[in-house]
């Protein structure tokens, strides 16, 4: 025998010896989790767990009926985006301020939703602008326009 096939059967024996001693503490310790817990570890991941439960719960509901290719997509009902354009359909429009009170939006997000229409083809139009005006100035705080969408 080399002394090559005499070191590789030594390291073998050494792995072998050593993989005696990680399945001894792997089986300490299955042994402790199923004095602590009660269960099998593997039960409890992989058995009749939250999976299981998500899985039946999903299996209950209904499939989305396919649509046709090319056609548009149908908007969610009750977002953002719905509320905000049903805002600016009204008759008297919508100032920024009320988007914003509406949405839970800060203005300069209402204003940069507002470009992201007109980005996607749906323009919107100043209604009115209202200026509070004091001595010596053009325009103050409280000044605002109201803004509705285009026909």
Known sequence: MTKREANQLDSLEVFLMKKAE??????????????????????????????????????????????????????????????????LRRPEGATVALVAEATGWAQPTVRWFF??????????????QVRQVRRNKDGARGSYSVYTIAD
């Open 22 to 87: 990680f399945d001894e503490l792997l089986a300490e310790l299955q042994q402790a989790s199923a004095e602590h817990f009660g269960a099998d570890p593997e039960a409890v991941l992989w058995g009749d767990g939250p999976m299981e439960a998500l899985r039946a719960a999903l299996a209950g509901k209904s499939a989305r009926a396919a649509r046709a290719p090319g056609a548009p997509r149908k908007p969610r009902d009750g977002t953002r985006q719905e509320a905000v354009l049903a805002l």
């Open 115 to 128: 470009a992201g229409l007109k980005k996607e083809g749906i323009e919107i139009t100043v209604l009115e």
